[in-house]
């Protein structure tokens, strides 16, 4: 049974940091590139990062998150992370974990994360 369940959630205030984990189970993540997605209310999910499936490539960022967001992961534990600084009320949303291998790709259920001012 494939599995990707996201932690670490909640609520902050702006300025403040938060590290998201997604555990992965149920399929050979290490053949997978993990992606970071974020869906604000009444906006579409957007692509906030992503990192290849050994975590040697350039890492990717949506300009919004640049600098202030890192992603990486741990495949000996089968677990990516979203490590989130300097939070903004508009990064609020529900953030998803993703897992990409061609066309296969699993999601999360999501973890809410709100900012506020």
């Known amino acids: 049974q494939v599995q990707l369940v996201e932690s670490g959630g909640g609520l902050v205030q702006s300025g403040e940091a938060l590290t998201l984990s997604c555990v992965a189970s149920?399929?050979?993540?290490?053949?997978?590139?993990i992606q970071w997605h974020r869906q604000a209310p009444g906006k579409e999910r957007e692509l906030v990062a992503g990192?290849?499936?050994?975590?040697?490539?350039?890492?990717l960022y949506a300009d919004s998150v640049k600098g202030r967001f890192i992603i990486s992961r741990d495949n000996t534990k089968n677990t990516a992370f979203l490590q989130m600084s300097s939070l903004k009320p508009e990064d609020t949303a529900v953030y998803y974990c993703?897992?990409?291998?061609?066309?296969?790709?699993?999601w999360g259920q999501g973890t809410q994360v709100t900012v506020s001012a």
């Open positions: 149920g399929f050979t993540f290490d053949h997978y590139a």
């Open positions: 993703k897992a990409i291998m061609g066309r296969s790709a699993y």
């Open positions: 990192i290849s499936s050994n975590g040697n490539g350039h890492n």
